[in-house]
Nanobody, 114 residues
């Protein structure tokens, strides 16, 4: 059974940094695309950053210049380095791994205090 597990969330003060990690297991190859999404209370889930097997990246405007997505295909993992965090970044962050089918992690809470 394919499992996608996220880690690295937590509580941080504004201006601080966090690095989220996500790894897929139970599947022999790396994903065609990997991405991070977030959902704040009362809001729709939104794309934060994504990366394809070709290396193309896409960032939400709010993440540009502060967040960096990276991947390790050998480890079937994707990471999100988040710098200069703001209270507006507070949300549950979800990892998405896209193969023929897509798989989602359980989410990890990121809370940024003022």
């Amino acid at each position: 059974q394919v499992q996608v597990v996220e880690s690295g969330g937590g509580l941080v003060q504004a201006g601080g940094s966090l690095r989220l990690s996500c790894a897929a297991s139970g599947i022999s190859r790396s994903a065609n695309a990997m991405g991070w999404y977030r959902q704040a209370p009362g809001k729709q889930r939104e794309l934060v950053a994504s990366i394809t097997s070709r290396g193309s990246t896409n960032y939400a405007d709010s993440a540009k210049g502060r967040f960096t997505i990276s991947r390790d295909y050998d480890k079937n993992s994707v990471y999100l380095q988040m710098n200069n965090l703001k209270p507006e970044d507070t949300a549950v962050y979800y990892c998405r791994m896209a193969y023929i089918r897509e798989y989602w992690g359980q989410g990890t809470q990121v809370t940024v205090s003022s």
